[in-house]
């Protein structure tokens, strides 16, 4: 048997997620140190509610960024409602957070007169000041710590690449010509990534020369198999194509937690690099005992353990490996039968990616419309084992994130109702909506694993929001000064409704939706 729907029931059946009302306030002193930030909200749940209290426990403490925030009052109300199951979706409440922080920032540079950018120099977090200790409990039950980041640098590199200062105002003068309004939107974000509990993962190197891995943690595309085939590869000198990846399956590997928060490469990628380097280990003693040398002067490479400086002396992993499998009673008394071995990796705590993102709109004031011009991600995710998967990722994640700022909304009637569930109605940014994105990595290893690494599959998405509404803002600056976007998505209609009075008549723009 198997479950079919059409796209109308996806829309009730298929579980949805973004939906928070925020009463937010922000104190800072008069050259734009922030003080303290206090946030009332309510969460919408839907229906039901199968994953407690992850999304709101995100975003109060994505709320945070990467700013120092002395005083922090934070609390929030879940609310069951006649709408679709709610869930997380990629982001899991951080968006909310982000947005909040960044729009409050932005509040109070125009309070003050202060440039974006410059109110978040003023408060982001510094190199020196790590592990930074936010005193508040994270969705794994353990304190809210910044193990590490770059959060200057990524600041000023995106500053840097989208000419903020330079190259951006002729741009602006470039594209006002043809009568749009240009704007700038420049936001910082921390997203928490690979908690616990716990991977697992079992390398083998079988007598034909391959090596097999089983781990536990389930895949949805990410490019797992090329990344844990690379740690493996680089471990014991083969390539990847010769590593075989399991995950998932329990005929294989009985024990894993699962994909979410971002925590592949960082919790199951540490227990297969355990693993791999147990084996690693293995490897060289038998084959310093084969070929009588020390297994100092070995290096693996193509498949095989050959001495440093004389790669014809050499013996073949799979050869090692059978000669690792003797009869019963042949094993010396310390060894172990096979080139195998079996290791699990539990963080302490989670580690903290970071990023800047940079946005330019073109804006045409009479219909409303919006043209994203650039886009520029600069993001640290730690060591990067692929960077074309991290690539992929990231340009996937702005994508979604662009829906979720201008485009993608179910609308609901009072009884629960949607009069949008199909494709026809609700909005999707397509390829002609999404810019080529630019992107910068910085590499800022983790302290918390021996890769280094952190999550990246999220956050891509979470503060493309609060970008755009910062460019719009900007944008439309001379054009409606009072203009202030609260809300996401926000819609060609939406900010229509929003703009000065035209001459042939039309609505004020007296700020944004309560």
């Known amino acids: 048997m198997k479950w079919v729907e059409d796209r109308y029931e996806n829309f009730f059946a298929t579980t949805q997620e973004r939906g928070q009302l925020h009463d937010s306030e922000i104190a800072v002193t008069r050259d734009g140190r922030i003080l303290g930030v206090r946030d009332i909200f309510v969460h919408d749940s839907g229906a039901y509610d199968p994953y407690g209290l992850t999304i709101p426990i995100n975003t109060q403490c994505t709320l945070l960024g990467p700013y120092r925030v002395p005083n922090y009052e934070s609390e929030f109300r879940v609310a069951f409602t006649n709408k679709p199951i709610v869930t997380p979706v990629r982001g899991a409440g951080r968006q909310h957070g982000v947005f909040i922080m960044e729009r409050l920032l932005d509040l109070a540079a125009r309070g003050l007169g202060l440039d974006p950018v410059e109110i978040r120099r003023r408060n982001v977090i510094g190199p020196d000041e790590f592990p930074y200790n936010h005193e508040i409990m994270y969705q794994d039950f353990a304190p809210l710590r910044y193990d590490s980041g770059s959060y200057e640098e990524s600041l000023e590199e995106a500053v840097r ?145 050959r001495v440093k400086g004389a790669p014809e002396v050499s013996v073949e992993l799979g050869a090692l490996a059978l000669a690792a499998n003797p009869l019963r009673g042949a094993v010396a008394p310390g060894m172990e039968p096979g080139l195998e071995a079996t290791s699990y990796f539990s963080p302490p705590y989670g580690t903290t990616a970071n990023g800047t993102h940079a946005i330019v709109v073109a804006v045409d004031p009479e219909t409303a419309m919006v043209e994203i011009l650039r886009y520029i991600v600069v993001h640290d995710c730690g060591t990067v084992i692929n960077p074309m998967i991290v690539e992929g990722q990231i340009h996937g994640g702005v994508a979604a994130g662009i829906g979720n700022a201008f485009y993608e909304e179910l609308v609901f009637d009072e009884y629960g109702g949607t009069s949008n ?87 004020e723009a007296s700020g944004g939706p309560s």
């Open 161 to 305: 690449i989208v000419g903020y200062e330079k190259t951006f105002p002729r741009e602006r003068e470039r594209v006002q010509a043809d009568g749009r309004a240009v704007g700038v939107g420049v936001v910082n974000y921390v997203e928490g990534t690979g908690i616990g509990p716990y991977e697992g993962a079992r390398v083998t190197v079988e007598p034909g020369g391959t090596v097999r891995l089983a781990t536990g943690v389930g895949t949805q595309g990410q490019g797992h198999f090329t990344s844990f085939a690379q740690i493996v590869a680089d471990a014991v000198g083969v390539a990847p194509s010769d590593v075989r990846v399991v995950t998932g399956d329990t005929s294989e590997f009985h024990w894993g937690t699962g994909t979410f928060a971002s925590r592949g490469a960082v919790v199951a990628g540490n227990a297969i690099h355990a693993a791999a380097q147990s084996v690693r280990e293995k490897i060289l003693r038998h084959a310093a005992e084969a070929l009588e040398v020390d297994p100092d002067d070995l290096e693996l490479a193509e498949g095989a353990a």
């Open 421 to 507: 569930a199909s494709f026809m109605d609700y909005l999707l940014p397509t390829a002609t909506d999404v810019p080529p994105i630019e992107t910068a990595h910085i590499e800022t290893p983790s302290p918390l694993n021996p890769l280094g690494t952190k999550g990246v599959g999220e956050g891509g998405a979470i503060p493309v929001a609060a970008a755009f509404a910062q460019a719009i803002e900007d944008a439309l600056a001379d054009i409606a000064p009072a203009l202030e976007i609260l809300n996401m998505p926000l819609s060609p209609g939406r900010l229509f409704e929003l703009l000065p009075e035209r001459p042939e008549g039309g609505p």
